[in-house]
């Protein structure tokens, strides 16, 4: 069958793209807990962490040296 090479594929690659979005998640969560640090913030999820836009005006102030 022509579309079981197909559908195999597709699956390996949807499961390449999660992992790939997670490492990306990841490692910018890192960069962003970096540019926090001196402010003495942690960032868990940026979705969420973000929201209110408090620790994101923090991240913005910290890497301009502004305060």
Known sequence: MESEP???QQS??????GEW???????FTNW???GLRPRGITVDD???DF???VKLV???E???RHR
Do not use: M, P, W, Y
């Open 12 to 17: 390996l690659s949807s499961r390449s793209h």
């Open 62 to 64: 910290s890497l301009t």
């Open 6 to 8: 197909l559908n195999r």
């Open 32 to 34: 962003v807990n970096e």
């Open 58 to 60: 923090a991240l913005v």
């Open 21 to 27: 979005l997670q490492i990306q998640k990841t490692t």
């Open 51 to 53: 929201a209110d836009g």
């Open 46 to 48: 940026v979705r969420t």
